[in-house]
């Protein structure tokens, strides 16, 4: 049996993201990861593919930093698979110790996002791995935290990227996303 390709890894992870129409409000069709999460072949190729795409464009890469909540869900994973660091971006006053703050803005208001000082060393390249990439404001802020201890943003990787909503445009260097909406 030959080894089961990218491209049908990459659909099979697709067939599995769940779609709720007027969710969280009307109008929206909210894509939902867990669908995908549940599934423990889905897993086995969203770490593959995830994995995969690291080694071949950002071999370089010395951290994989997560973001508030479900980039956590793939920090912590990517990272052993490449034996390599890992380490949380988290909503203010969830981080213990000395931390750099940034604000950014939402649809409906404002958040703020930490780091720990220590969690990224100057000059230090980092990914960085969140579910989503919609408007670009977190990612963008998580980039701003990076800079911020002197981290160097080698790439925002994310499962799926809602085109439609021109996030992309917000960021700065290298963005990756294994499915598009």
């Known amino acids: 049996m030959s080894p089961i390709s990218a491209e049908?890894?990459?659909?099979?992870?697709?067939?599995?993201?769940?779609e709720y129409p007027n969710f969280p409000k009307e109008g929206i069709l909210?894509?939902?990861?867990?669908?995908?999460?549940?599934?423990?072949?889905?897993c086995v190729y969203l770490r593959d593919l995830l994995v995969d795409h690291i080694r071949e464009s950002v071999p370089e890469a010395?951290?994989?930093?997560?973001?508030?909540?479900r980039g956590f869900l793939f920090n912590l994973l990517i990272a052993t698979e490449l034996g390599i660091?890992?380490?949380?971006?988290?909503?203010?006053?969830?981080?213990?110790?000395?931390?750099?703050?940034?604000?950014y803005k939402l649809?409906?208001?404002?958040?703020?996002?930490?780091?720990?000082?220590?969690?990224?060393?100057?000059?230090?390249?980092?990914v960085i791995v969140d579910d989503l990439l919609a408007t670009g404001g977190s990612?963008?802020?998580?980039?701003?935290?990076?800079?911020?201890?002197?981290?160097?943003?080698?790439e925002s990787l994310v499962?799926?990227?809602?085109?439609?909503?021109?996030?992309?445009?917000?960021?700065d260097g290298k963005v990756h996303s294994l499915i598009k909406y």
């Open 85 to 103: 660091g890992c380490a949380p971006i988290r909503k203010k006053g969830k981080l213990a110790g000395d931390v750099v703050s940034v604000e």
């Open 62 to 69: 010395e951290i994989i930093v997560g973001l508030d909540s």
């Open 159 to 171: 499962v799926i990227e809602l085109v439609g909503l021109e996030g992309r445009k917000k960021l």
């Open 107 to 126: 649809e409906y208001g404002s958040d703020t996002f930490e780091l720990q000082k220590s969690a990224v060393q100057p000059g230090q390249k980092v």
């Open 139 to 154: 990612l963008k802020a998580a980039s701003e935290l990076i800079r911020k201890v002197g981290g160097i943003v080698v």
């Open 30 to 42: 909210f894509r939902d990861i867990f669908g995908a999460l549940t599934d423990a072949k889905a």
């Open 8 to 18: 049908d890894k990459l659909n099979y992870v697709k067939s599995k993201i769940g």
